[in-house]
């Protein structure tokens, strides 16, 4: 197939040498037109060496081969990405100043747009009116993905990943070819075609630890020490990871709900258990969410029997030690080499004489290491076991604090789609 890869100007056109990749590797026959702010990100000389092709944007060059006419002419598909704001507008107008307007004027076969852009002028009525015009006269503008744009803000804007706009474009392909009939219910292709592809599942093929619930450190047989963890958040947290496509290892401690079904359960009940179940489950995971509420100590001496008031005795007094930092450990045993995992802890914070909440939180994402840190404000009768939660998403990078609210599903989502969007950070998919 004869593919014209429009790339407009903005930072997702690195991403777009993926997508290049993906239609090369596939043995399709790709000329790259990017616009000139698109070379302002990624030059002409990646474009031809990865298409095997001349990359021009000017209708000036090569006159005699009348480019800004032969190629849209002769492309069996026409795919945009990133489609800028500019680049949708000048598209829905009819635009021809450079070569890729040009051509988008002269396309016979289908044509792609994929977005990318802040999501204030994605939901701008004027970007809105030009995508429904594209649209109305028979393109392709898939929505973009939800995630982390290029600042610290989030929300609708982001240039879906390579492979969903490299599916979506071989759908549309084929829908145009009438190897697919449009009128036929054909998995897949109509969700691909409406941009829920991999985008929305971004952990797909990511193994995601996560720890929930209170521990419990025993006493006796009978009694322990707890707190007042639900477990309500991590079960929350869980349910979002496997929505977006992970496999998750959910390591319960005591817990007032159940568990998600479907998450690979390991039941546990001391802080210890709980030590020896996320290093061992860190191991081969992607991600590392420690939900759960350890307790910093524990009785120094277990008895084997039940402990009993005795007439004339004075009240046993409990000695306890302290209980290992797991977050700390599992932070230590990966930068010593074992494993990349993004780490992310959870604080449950008061403020004090010595700090309001955030200053606490900062202080303790330093300590603890972790990647991210989601901080509760606790309070007597706040957060454990309700239904809704406030959060602010710390990151040891320094970045703009990320506040969350709403259900506890909502939280998570929140969460999970920034553990996703700092994944796809860590590695970007070029
Ligand atoms: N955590 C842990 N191991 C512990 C205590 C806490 O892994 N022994 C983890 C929790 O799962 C959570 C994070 O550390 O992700 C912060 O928990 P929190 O109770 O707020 O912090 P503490 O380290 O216990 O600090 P504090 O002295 O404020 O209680």
């Not at 989030?154 to 490299?166: H, K, M, T, W």
């Not at 606790?378 to 939660?389: K, L, M, P």
Request: proline share 5%; charged share 20%; hydrophobic share 45%.
């Amino acid at each position: 197939m004869r593919i014209v890869l429009g790339v407009g100007g903005g930072i997702a056109a690195y991403k777009v040498a993926s997508l290049l990749r993906l239609f090369t590797e596939a043995g399709h026959k790709v000329t790259v037109i990017p616009t000139e702010a698109a070379t302002r990100f990624v030059g002409i000389a990646t474009w031809e060496a990865l298409s095997g092709n001349p990359v021009t944007n000017n209708v000036f060059d090569d006159v005699d081969k009348v480019n800004h006419v032969r190629l849209g002419h002769e492309a069996d598909l026409i795919v945009v990405a990133p489609a800028t704001a500019d680049l949708l507008a000048k598209a829905a107008t009819g635009q021809a100043n450079d070569l890729l307007t040009n051509t988008l004027l002269m396309a016979h076969g289908p044509v792609l747009f994929a977005p990318a852009m802040h999501s204030e002028m994605w939901q701008h009525p004027a970007t809105c009116a030009n995508v429904e015009t594209l649209r109305s006269r028979g393109a392709t503008v898939l929505e973009p993905a939800v995630g982390r744009l290029t600042g610290a803000d989030s929300g609708p804007g982001r240039l879906p990943e390579p492979e969903a706009i490299f599916e979506a474009a071989l759908a549309l392909a084929d829908l145009a070819e009438g190897v697919v009939d449009s009128n036929e219910s054909i998995t897949g292709v109509a969700d691909v075609l409406a941009g829920n592809t991999s985008s929305e599942t971004p952990l797909a093929g990511r193994i995601v630890t996560i720890s929930a619930g209170g521990t419990r450190e025993a006493l006796d047989p009978v009694r322990f020490l707890g707190n007042r963890s639900s477990g309500k958040q991590g079960a929350a947290l869980a349910a979002a990871a496997l929505e977006a496509g992970a496999t998750v290892r959910f390591l319960a401690a005591h817990m007032d709900v159940e568990p998600p079904a479907g998450v690979e359960l390991v039941r546990v009940e001391s802080a210890l258990e709980l030590r020896d179940a996320a290093l061992k489950a860190a191991v081969d995971s992607d991600v590392v969410i420690m939900a759960a509420a350890v307790a910093d100590f524990r009785p120094a001496q277990v008895s084997d029997t039940k402990i009993k008031k005795r007439d004339g005795e004075d009240a046993p007094v409990v000695h306890l030690v302290r209980n290992p930092d797991i977050l700390h450990e599992l932070v230590e045993v990966r930068d010593s080499g074992g494993g990349g995992q993004l780490i992310v802890g959870f604080a449950a914070e008061t403020g004090d004489d010595d700090g309001d909440v955030l200053q606490h939180a900062m202080d303790k994402l330093r300590r603890k290491g972790c990647d991210l840190l989601v901080v509760n404000h606790v309070g007597v009768g706040r957060v454990f076991g309700q239904e809704d939660n406030s959060v602010v998403i710390l990151s040891q990078r320094g970045d703009t604090p990320q506040p969350a609210t709403g259900s506890k599903a909502d939280v998570a989502a929140a969460v999970i789609e920034r553990v996703a969007a700092e994944l796809n950070r860590v590695s970007p998919a070029t």
